[in-house]
């Protein structure tokens, strides 16, 4: 914490900041180093100091939500109102007027301080919600990220990326400073965004680090030992070199491997056609995707892979019916329709059951069409993106899928095959997640004893 203190305290002087004035700072340290205890001390002792020199502080504390920034700002207010900081700041009593969770200010009266603008000392903000937009002298931002499946988010990570960018960056006086303590979490977050070199001064600290003479120790004996360390690398490398060790790991294979991909013709006949259906959240955003799969004879056919940026359900359902006419003649059977079962697929159900409704279904492809089945898929619980598709690895391994050799739509084909041999999750997976869906309802119709993994 030595090197922290020397990292906020500067010496240096500016119109609003007194010794602790100098260039952002981003201050990465590992899992249960008490980071935000010190920091919490930190901006009391901050606000004590300048009220000592006739100086009202204004702080814009964010984290990641604003639930998250209220729980800090509870511990500074229970930070000035105890004994030992009243003896140390006695001019530092709380205001009567102004002492709520997310919003508080000191009793400027008392404190013998005037204040021009607007009247407060700590306001809170969450940078994944609706960004406090109050001018601040002294910004800090504190577990901005709080587990790895947030990090790991690539619309959550855009969120705080743009949040910081357009609204938090604006509210600062000149002069003003940016302090950021956080562990990393996944690649790809924020602190690998934003807080980043030239902009910032990083200092990046690790849980195991080595003596002179190159042997292992931890950073904290008494409080995580050696051995405690070293079992948590065992147990799962990655994750320890982001939490414990902010070092982002060095780039290695996820997803199925390259050889598994099998191309064929595709079979004269299927008796089953599933359609995996992954609808984007907006128009600007993610893609509306669609993967049709094949059954037959015990294998899994690729048939055909289609996505685009499409506004209304209707165009929606009107490129489902064109995917699932182009191999229909091959299916005796209804098609099946395998969809996300979030907020935005029920309305496209709705909508889609409407539509059949109405639908007089003169020709045989239309009479199919109007008996689809559709089976609903809850992504909740069954893990992250690259889990569920690689609970169904095995499909791969013993040859059971296979993907079309000749396909109209080669290039949103070589997209799905791009998309699952080398996952990234800050990268569109709507195919991928179109694919695993159809997987997940085509497997049940093939002769197999290969269950689901995870």
Known sequence: ?????????????????????????????????????????????????????????????????????????????????????????????????????????????????????????????????????????????????????????????????????????????????????????????????????????????????????????????????????????????????????????????????????????????FERLVVGVDLASSSTGDYTAFVTVGVSQNKLYMCNAYQERILGNMKKIDQLFDQWATWADKCANAPILAVDANRYAMDFQGDLLDYLQELEGNTEFEEKFKHLQIDPIKSSGRGEKIDRLMGHSLLFERGKVYFNRVTTNEGNMHKLVHQITDFNVMDSNDLMDALEMALLIGRNYINSEITVAG
């Not at 980071?35 to 100086?55: M, R």
């Not at 988010?153 to 949040?163: F, H, S, T």
């Open 1 to 269: 914490m030595e090197e922290w203190i020397n990292i906020l305290n500067t010496g240096e002087n500016n119109r609003y900041l007194k010794g602790i004035a100098g260039k952002d700072c981003c201050i990465l340290a590992p899992r249960n180093s008490a980071k935000s205890s010190l920091l919490l001390q930190w901006v009391a002792w901050c606000i004590g100091t300048h009220i000592n020199l006739g100086i009202s502080l204004k702080i814009l504390y964010i984290s990641y939500t604003i639930e998250v920034s209220s729980a800090k700002s509870r511990q500074v207010k229970a930070i000035i109102e105890s004994k030992p900081y009243q003896e140390v700041f006695p001019k530092v009593q709380p205001s009567r007027n102004k002492w709520g969770e997310r919003e508080w200010a000191i009793n400027f009266s008392h404190a013998g301080v005037s204040v021009l603008e607007e009247p407060y000392t700590l306001g809170c903000s969450g940078l994944k919600g609706s960004v406090n937009g109050k001018r601040a002298h002294l910004i800090i931002a504190d577990d901005l990220v709080k587990s790895p499946s947030e990090g790991r988010n690539k619309l959550i990570q855009d969120k705080l990326e743009e949040n910081w960018l357009q609204i938090v960056r604006f509210v600062k006086f000149d002069g003003s400073r940016t302090v950021c303590l956080g562990t990393r979490m996944s690649r790809n977050d924020v602190y690998s965004r934003i807080f980043i070199p030239p902009y910032y001064q990083v200092i990046t600290q690790s849980a195991i680090i080595k003596d002179e003479l190159g042997q292992e120790k931890s950073f904290w004996e008494s409080g995580l030992s050696l051995e405690t360390l070293r079992k948590e690398r065992e147990e799962n490398l990655e994750s320890f070199l982001l939490q414990r060790q902010n070092t982002i790991p060095q780039e290695t294979f996820i997803g199925i491997q390259p050889h598994l991909i099998r191309y064929a013709w595709l079979p004269e006949k």
